[in-house]
């Protein structure tokens, strides 16, 4: 199954909402969808699984939703710590990720 | 505390071969997936294979089969991933990562780059 996220990028300022998307080339099950983040030198932090589950630790301000083939990460109001590349991933008897959607500061 | 530590940064030339590791611990490392995900220099993330250490059931991405080899050791609770021979497109950073509920990656390791050049 291949992921496709648009934008590649996402430039905002601060406190903006932001909409990243993610599609499917194939139905996904909504079990089986998660959103990461990474920053500079670090390693990929699990944001979101099952599509809608916020990880431990993850903020409020991020929320995941849909279905089948179109799933997105909205973050509310972006914080300063929020700048970074987001990728989605599947499970659907292997695993891909998308190619990333970098958030950047306006 | 659940962490995936990964052996440090290597430094081989073309033709060479490699093992690097990933040390769990926190957790029962049999009863989780580990995959193994490799990160060319500013690219993305790219699946390229996984370990059930229960019964070392290994799965391949179609892209990196044959080219890599997963495997692991209970009684140390440590995943590898080596190569026979290296070329200078293998430069990248890996990292490992458990697989969690939903298939998700829950834990990474902090990565482990490999530099390959004569």
């Known amino acids: 199954i291949v992921l496709t996220q648009s934008p590649d990028t996402l430039s905002l300022s601060p406190g903006e909402r932001a909409t990243l998307s993610c599609r499917a080339s194939?139905?996904?099950?909504?079990?089986?969808l998660a959103w990461y983040q990474q920053k500079p030198g670090q390693a990929p932090r699990l944001l979101i699984s099952?599509?809608?589950n916020r990880a431990t630790g993850t903020p409020d301000r991020f929320s995941g939703s849909g279905s089948e083939t179109d799933f997105t990460l909205t973050i509310s109001r972006l914080e300063p710590e929020d700048f970074a590349i987001y990728y989605c991933?599947?499970?659907?008897?292997?695993?891909?990720f998308g190619q990333g959607t970098k958030v950047d500061i306006k | 505390e659940v962490q995936l530590v990964q052996s440090g940064a290597e430094v081989k030339k073309p033709g060479e071969s490699l093992k690097i590791s990933c040390k769990a611990s926190?957790?029962?490392?049999?009863?989780?997936?580990v995959a193994w995900v490799r990160q060319l220099p500013g690219k993305g993330l790219e699946w390229m294979g996984i370990i059930y250490p229960g019964d070392s059931d290994i799965k391949y991405s179609p892209s990196f089969q044959g080219l890599i080899t997963i495997s692991g050791d209970r009684s140390i609770n440590t995943a590898y991933l080596q190569w026979r021979s290296l070329k200078a497109s293998d430069t990248a950073m890996y990292y490992c990562a458990r697989a969690g509920l939903g298939a998700s990656f829950d834990v990474w390791g902090q990565g482990t780059v490999v530099t390959v050049s004569s």
């Open positions: 926190g957790y029962s490392f049999s009863d989780y997936w």
């Open positions: 991933q599947q499970y659907g008897g292997s695993w891909s």
């Open positions: 194939q139905s996904v099950s909504v079990r089986y």
């Open positions: 099952a599509t809608s």
